[in-house]
């Protein structure tokens, strides 16, 4: 079914990835990509409600300081569109009733946790249960992990793949749930969609700098119960080509790079969904 | 302090039980390893200050919602958090610092807010300057000016000018000038802004006594070279706009060209080196911003230079030790760096204990812009008289005041830490996300920064473009009440733009600006009346001739005095044991990794990185350049790469010039540029050179530097990579009491090119076993300055001398060979010479090699030690498969070069000496941890 894909890409207030988040969706095929700044929606001059795919890109939202995205999440959840008076959250919300796909990289992760869209247990949307926080390291650190995939994941971002190799830029990184009644929940339904591994992208590792933060139970990335919306710190749009691979010049490579394949998942599952 | 009826609340929030405090572990860790005090535990806890009427629900609505992280923090309302402690500390903002502070269990630390209060009553003061020479001499210092009584003397005679006195009548001015007219002639006039020095008249004596004349180094050397090599391109002059803006620019391709600016912020990060070293990167951000209708930032590079962290003896006054000088610079700059979303793609970090006297903290970014935005050419400024002149960004206030006069005297008692400005990288990201925008829709006509100087420079300099300027401070929005006219002008608050905007564009701009949460103020009108009018609200506070603002400074009028330094000629054995050299080489500060460093910055963002700051096997090797993709979509590539060597300055600033130039250029050639598409920046760090009684060797560090430009017109000629733009900072010394501490003349020299494909680009790292092992150019006995020299208690006398034509045709060579795809590595010879660059070459690559000293080509060398470890310039350690071995010499033919070894499949690193023996054996593990663990902080 040739439907049109509709691809938004979130900037403004410290984010930064939107440019290589943007190119990443064309490589995927996406028909229309529109980088936004947060000012036009606010403004009402864009709306989530126009597009399929809603993309999270990393930065820092209001320089972090309150905490990774935290000032971000607040606007929000609490910012109303000018004129209309329609409060933001709303079109948040309604995009992911309508059961649209939303992508969250590192800063974008963070919003979504803090935002508490991932993971909405039970569709509890809007409610914060998991965070990220200070590397244990105490730095930001930018270096390339393993990925190890979940193949029982609902993710429909990370289907038949098996592991992948992306760089993580980040000082906030170290997953946490409130209690480890959350994080059995998010094991048993396969919420967790990727975790550090070794280079052979076999068991997870909470050995350093493998697992670059601490993160408990090596959690890198989770979704949602219906796999449509998924936040991971480390950056798929960073790894789209061979020559963005750190070791291109010695070992031979595929000339897609292994992040792409997450932004093509998201743009066929459109592409052939409806909605 | 509070206002009345409005009460404060005090919210403290911290991590529940249970959870890592991770900043908290790692301040302890600092405390222990710079302070040497033993902690047993850390903890921190936010703290906010919230005043205003709210209600009890609603602080707490505000405690628990934006403030606190519910899955792990826990939050207490004006209460204390801290439970069982010996000692609580609170930091906070500059105003409340050194509040007195009392505990109690129940109530914690009572609330207060960190505020500036200042009255609203701006007051201007008139001077007169009718006084004798000793008074002229006492006002400069006294308001830190930085004048020297020439130029206080100018300004004498300008305010005697009957024209003048009379042009100043009709706007309520008098004889007498003011404080704000006074400011802002000492920032324009500054060292800082002026480069006195550089465009100084000076005679020059050579060791011969024979003197030449050099009226301005800038014109004579720099823009000469540039202009020269200009002409010889002819219509291929890729060159766009050289030293006229706030960064260079060139073409990149027909679509975009390239900006690219190196300053420094030497004097802020001695003082405080997080501040510093953040507005040191924030601020040189806004240069190629700045430049043209402004451009798209897409990298930082940064070089610091720095004493020794493990610094043991006692400090000077007031000096604050180096390894709190590394952290701090290392942390402003990422965080400068990584929240503005530009990726820190290269740089290096130089160790010389002379570096305790100003630590040298540069640094660059480039950017790129669209070669015509609305059809016009983007590179180029213009303002017409009428246009309205607009402040944008951050607010006014009294930080950074005096930074350029500040920055033009040496580190001394009296060095106000409050002359450093901390930037806000995040509204700063927001004013530039909004001008892109703004740059795109054609709603300003140019822009420039507000930096050193502030508005005084900012409008002061753009209004050359129409011919004069009218401004009225009392619009300029102010952080708080209480500034004086000529603070508002020369204030140095970071994240400002000033642009140029007619008038029929002006309720557009500011409605985007409102749209995109950033303030834009109107605060006059560029003019064509040849004077710098400035009015607080209906008062004229300053009136002066655009010309004599910009022109009557007094050339200065230097000597420069050569004597070639001769140092003892070092008398030490070859060692025995030429493994133990190699492994001690290997740990020297200017050679081991910097990876920890490395991995604190974003090196990625923007996702066009190519050949990225560590490289092989393992991601840890050193790689020489950067390469980065600006488009994404297209293949075609930037390179940037720097070289700085200060230790040859101890024998000729003429060869350290030389080397600087050859080292930016080798390792740009290393990753797979050319030459005929590279662009330079001179950026040059200074010791006071002006003799006076506290510079009894003035004469000497003039000609000093009179000898490292000469250099960079020779070799920049050969090369034919013009400069572009640069910067001098000439006051880079401590004086306190009787100690005094230059650093060595030092310049960096940075270069931008263009590179087709980057797909050819290649790393320093060993490949494959079998590979065979290349040295190209020729190794001659040039130790003097070396690190091999240092390490032995040395400095010598022959220093490395650079053979422009040989180098040339090599480079050239050496590219095509790259182009061609022929070279599986290529890594350059610099500090620690042979021997360091090919035990990085294999542990980079995590393969053994096996290398005979005799096939290397050289000359006059009998010693291993020698051989391995001179720092003769343009050489390169190339790895090339057996296949491409025919192809590779055919091309390299005509040059030095030689197959010197093969890569081995195992890990042993072999070396063979000049006369055949083993000389070394050893593990290319234990090399790599050798050289990874002195800096692995």
Known sequence: ??????????????????????????????????????????????????????????????????????????????????????????????????????????????????????????????????????????????????????DRSPCIYTKGIRGAYLPVRHGEGKFITKNDTIMKQLHRKN???????????????????????????????????????????????????????????????????????IFKNAVNFIRNGNF | ????????????????????????????????????????????????????????????????????????????????????????????????????????????????????????????????????????????????????????????AYLKNPAVVEARKKVGLGDRITDVEL???????????????????????????????????????????????????????????????????????????????????????????????????????RDPFGTGKGAKLIFNTDVFCFATPFYSKPLPKRILHPRRIYEGVREGVEHGGNKSGIPTVNGCIVFDDRFLGKPLVYCGTAGIMPSRILGEPSHGKEIKGGDLVVMCGGRIGKDGIHGATFSSEELHEGSPVSAVQIGDPITQKKMTDFLLMARDRGLYRALTDNGAGGLSSSVGEMARLSGGAEIDLEKAPLKYAGLNPWEILLSEAQERMSLAVDPGKINEFLALSRKMDVESTVLGRFTDSGKFHVRFADRTVAYLDMEFLHDGLPQMQLRAKWLPPKHREPGFPEPDNMGHALRTMLARLNICSKESVVRQYDHEVQGGSVVKPLTGVANDGPSDAAVVRPVLGSFEGIVVANGICPRYSDIDTYHMAACAIDEAIRNAVSVGASLGHLAGLDNFCWCDPVQSDKTPDGEYKLAQLVRANRAVYDYTKIYGVPCISGKDSMKNDYQIGDTKISIPPTLLFSVIGRIEDVQKAVTMDVKKPGDLVYVLGKTFPELGGSEWFAQNGFIGNHVPVVNGEKAKKLYTALSAAIRAGLVASCHDCSDGGLGVALAETAFAGGLGLSVDLSRVPCSGIYRDDYLLFSESQSRFVVTVSPDHRDRFEEILKGNTFACAGQVLAENSFRINGIRGNRIIEDDIRVLKEIWQKPLKF
């Open chain 2, 1 to 156: 302090m509070a206002v009345k009826g409005e009460k404060v609340n005090r919210i403290e929030v911290g991590f529940r039980k249970g959870v890592r405090d991770a900043l908290g572990e790692k301040v302890r860790r600092r405390v222990v390893e710079h302070l040497r005090i033993n902690v047993d535990e850390v903890k921190t806890i936010d703290v906010y200050t919230v005043e205003g009427n709210l209600s009890r629900g609603e602080i707490k609505q505000i405690a628990e919602g934006p403030l606190t992280d519910p899955v792990i923090q826990s939050y207490a309302i004006n209460r204390g958090l801290a439970g069982d402690f010996d000692w609580l500390i609170e930091v906070g903002f500059r105003p409340g610092v050194t509040d007195k502070k009392d505990w109690d269990p129940r109530k914690g630390v009572r609330p207060y807010v960190p505020k500036v209060v200042g009255e609203d009553r701006p007051h201007v003061d008139e001077i007169d300057l009718n006084v004798g020479d000793e008074s002229l001499t006492a006002m400069s210092s006294d308001r830190v000016l930085a004048l020297s009584l020439p130029e206080m003397k100018a300004i004498q």
């Open chain 2, 183 to 285: 400011e802002s002639l000492a920032q324009t006039w500054s060292e800082h802004c002026k480069h006195k020095i550089f465009n100084a008249f000076i005679r020059y004596e050579n060791e011969e006594g024979k003197e030449t004349v050099v009226d301005s180094l800038f014109a004579t050397y720099i823009k000469g070279s540039t202009k020269e090599i200009r002409e010889a391109m002819g219509e291929a002059d890729w060159c766009l706009s050289v030293f006229v803006d706030n960064a260079g620019v060139i073409r990149f391709n027909d679509d975009y060209n390239l900006v690219f600016k190196v300053e420094t912020h030497n004097t802020p990060s001695a003082l405080d080196p997080y501040g510093g070293a953040l507005t040191g990167i924030v601020g040189v951000n």
């Open chain 1, 191 to 261: 919420l967790v969609a990727v975790q550090y591994c070794g280079s052979g992208y076999s068991e997870p590792t909470m050995e350093y700098p493998l697992n670059p933060n601490g993160a408990y139970d090596a959690v890198a990335g989770i979704c949602d119960e219906t796999g449509r919306l998924f936040g991971l710190m480390p950056h798929p749009e960073a790894y789209t080509h061979r020559t963005n691979h750190p070791r291109w010049t010695r070992e031979d490579l595929p000339e897609e790079g292994m992040g792409l394949a």
């Open chain 1, 1 to 150: 079914m040739a439907k049109i894909v509709k691809t938004i890409v979130i900037t403004g207030k410290g984010t930064n990835c939107e440019m290589e988040m943007a190119h990443a969706c064309r490589l995927a095929g996406s028909d229309v990509v529109d980088i936004v700044n947060i000012s036009e929606l606010l403004y009402g001059e864009k709306r989530l409600a126009d597009y399929h795919f809603l993309n999270l890109p990393g930065g820092f939202l209001d320089g972090d300081d309150l905490g990774s995205a935290k000032a971000g999440a607040h606007r929000i959840m609490h910012a109303r569109v000018a004129v209309t008076g329609e409060p933001l959250y709303e079109q948040f919300s309604r995009f992911i009733q309508d059961g649209k796909l939303i992508l969250g990289v590192c800063n974008g992760f963070q919003l979504m946790v803090k935002l508490g869209i991932l993971p909405g247990l039970k569709g509890e949307y809007f409610k914060q249960t998991t965070t990220l926080t200070f590397n244990d390291s105490g730095r930001f650190e930018d270096r390339w992990v393993y990925l190890k995939v979940n």
